[in-house]
């Protein structure tokens, strides 16, 4: 893209680590090489992907964040923010449930992201 000011911030909002890539990794790659800034937000902390009863939770958020950081690189995406919300708790936290419907976009899942990218288009 040679016009700057036909850039486009665009932000993906995901419930876990890896959707991105399942559900629109085509697309954030192309959209970063044609020069739009890609970012995503994952919502929940990545603490329920595995099926071994001795993982190291801790362990298993550090290496999903580091997993999805790094193909989020691949693609050309700017940078990746986690709410850092557990797996199982997203509907009954306090820092996502009672703000899912919240108007204001500062207290909304996504806010630091949108804060620290100064702003987005959002399209459903």
């Known amino acids: 893209m040679s016009d700057a000011s036909s850039s486009l911030r665009i932000l993906g909002i995901f419930a876990h680590p890896d959707d991105p890539e399942f559900s629109m990794g085509g697309s954030a790659a192309l959209w970063a090489d044609q020069g739009h800034e890609v970012y995503y937000c994952i919502v929940t902390d990545g603490s329920a992907g595995s099926n071994d009863p001795n993982q190291d939770l801790r362990e298993l958020v550090r290496i999903r964040e ?31 449930a009672p703000r899912i419907d919240a108007p204001d976009p500062e207290s909304q899942a996504g806010s630091r992201g949108v804060r620290r990218s100064n702003g987005f288009l959002l399209r459903r």
Do not use: C, K
């Open 66 to 96: 580091e997993e999805q950081r790094a193909a989020a690189r691949v693609l050309g995406v700017r940078e990746v923010f986690f709410s850092g919300v557990p797996r199982w708790r997203p509907r009954t936290d306090p820092r996502v």
